[in-house]
């Protein structure tokens, strides 16, 4: 045998192994099937993201009878993993876009209005048209919103141009970002990588697009004459101590600086500078915040998250934590809703410590789904969420970590002994770059 050919089987062996490696990190393959449950339960699902459109899939294999009703008025389905690799010129904008009816089941009745207030003592859902929708159950799974006009001089029309990236705001944005980044690998200069004091979705997309951009930078034009730095309001870069010490390590290793303790709260885009609140510890232990500003050639922006205003206003929020925020209250094993036990949350809405990934979401599903047709059987559900969540941290083209832990900050990797979750690995790139989308796809649909 050839060596070509030899290579050529053993990269079709890896590409197999990375196929299973995303189906078994997160987004596994199909369940086995469970019994139809006769039901005329009202169901009504908020939101048609990767949360609401997998559950749905999965209750129409599920119950016989009940009327499910999905509201969300996104024409649009974008699937979100795919940002950091539009923003890094490496997949066209079109990867990430597809319709929301195209993933839809039979069935499934889309109102397709958002949903403007909910009453949880009637058990209504009102939507921007008017519509009163009554339900039994209610699952809340709109996602999250960017409060952009929380920096203060900057608006999602500067995208693209004088050095300003902001990926998050979807695929066109990404597009424009990676038009800024470009310019930045070329030319050099000063690149300045933020992330939001907020909670946020998937945490380490601040991290990856730092990674992406220095590597990028490193190859480029920009070689020798460009300064990375990561600034951020944490005292860590990961939630996960022995993750955040690895991206330490790394960033240090790639001469990227870090700035802790800082919060950005402006921009001037025409003198290219951006503005800091920095908090430090006082003699009296009192937190000490001044204000510094940083130049930039290129500056990623990443904005506070927030729940939309519809559940901020809905009282079904925490009252005594992430108060500006507005997650919804949750049981953090069930989803289930602490006051309103026929409530259940879904992806980034649910008021847990983790769980903001698309990864999540795939644990996530089975554990509300299993709780609600207990309900409906007049029984207790038993599945428990652990806070699973899978972060494919990218750290070079052609390279990533596959970071995989639960709520008690413990690694759980899917293949222990075989897949170091820790090491810079051209498998762990394949299951993002290649894999996840085939498998998120299949989790949509119900199969995963």
């Given at each position: ?13 890896v ?36 949360a ?22 996104r ?45 949880p ?12 929708l ?7 799974a709109?996602?999250?919103?960017l ?48 992330r939001?004091e ?10 990856k ?54 919060t ?46 519809v ?12 108060t ?35 990864a ?15 309900a ?9 969420y ?29 293949f ?13 790139w ?19």
């Amino acid at each position: 045998m050839s060596r070509r050919v030899e290579l050529t089987t053993s990269r079709r062996g890896v590409l197999g192994m990375a196929l299973a490696g995303a189906a078994a990190a997160g987004l596994g393959t199909a369940p086995a099937q469970a019994a139809l449950v006769r039901s005329s339960a009202r169901i009504v699902i908020i939101g048609a993201g990767a949360a609401g459109t997998a559950f749905a899939n999965r209750l129409v294999q599920r119950l016989d009878g009940a009327q499910i009703t999905l509201v969300d008025a996104r024409a649009e389905h974008l699937y979100q993993p795919g940002l950091s690799l539009v923003a890094a010129g490496l997949k066209p904008p079109g990867y990430v876009v597809s319709r929301t009816t195209d993933w839809l089941p039979r069935g499934v009745t889309l109102v397709a209005e958002q949903a403007a207030a909910i009453d949880p003592e009637a058990k209504t859902v009102t939507t921007s048209g008017g519509q009163r929708l009554e339900y039994d159950f209610l699952i809340v799974a709109p996602g999250l919103v960017l409060d952009h006009d929380a920096i203060e001089g900057f608006s999602l029309d500067l995208v693209g141009k004088d050095g300003l990236g902001a990926l998050y705001a979807g695929p066109e944005y990404a597009a424009r970002t990676w038009q800024a980044a470009s310019q930045f690998t070329e030319t050099g200069g000063v690149g300045i990588f933020s992330r939001p004091e907020t909670e946020m979705k998937c945490a380490g997309a601040p991290l990856k697009h730092t990674f992406l951009i220095d590597d990028i930078a490193s190859r480029n034009g920009a070689a020798g004459k460009y300064e990375a730095h990561y600034v951020c309001p944490q005292s860590v870069l990961f939630s996960v101590p022995i993750v955040s010490e690895k991206v330490r390590m790394l960033f240090g290793e790639r001469g990227i600086a870090t700035h802790y303790g800082h919060t950005l709260k402006g921009i001037e885009p025409g003198r290219k500078l951006a503005r800091f609140e920095t908090s430090a510890p006082g003699a009296d232990g009192e937190a000490v915040k001044s204000t510094v500003e940083m130049p930039y050639d290129y500056l990623h922006v990443i904005p506070p998250q927030r729940a939309p205003q519809v559940i901020r206003e809905s009282g079904l929020s925490w009252a005594d934590k992430w108060t500006d925020q507005g997650w919804l209250q949750c049981d953090m094993q069930t989803l289930r809703h602490l006051r309103y036990p026929e409530i259940f949350a879904l992806g980034d809405i649910a008021g847990i410590p983790k769980g903001k990934t698309a990864a999540s979401v795939k644990w996530q599903v089975p554990v509300v789904e299993d709780h609600l047709v207990a309900a409906i059987q007049g029984r207790e559900g038993t599945a428990i969420y652990g806070g699973y969540t899978s972060c494919p941290m990218i750290t070079r083209v052609g390279r990533a970590m596959l970071v995989e832990f639960d709520y008690d900050n413990n690694l759980v990797p899917s293949f222990p002994g075989l897949i170091a979750p820790l090491e810079e690995l051209w498998i762990s790139w394949l299951m993002k770059e290649v894999a996840l989308k085939a498998t998120y796809n299949a989790m949509l649909r119900g199969k995963a």
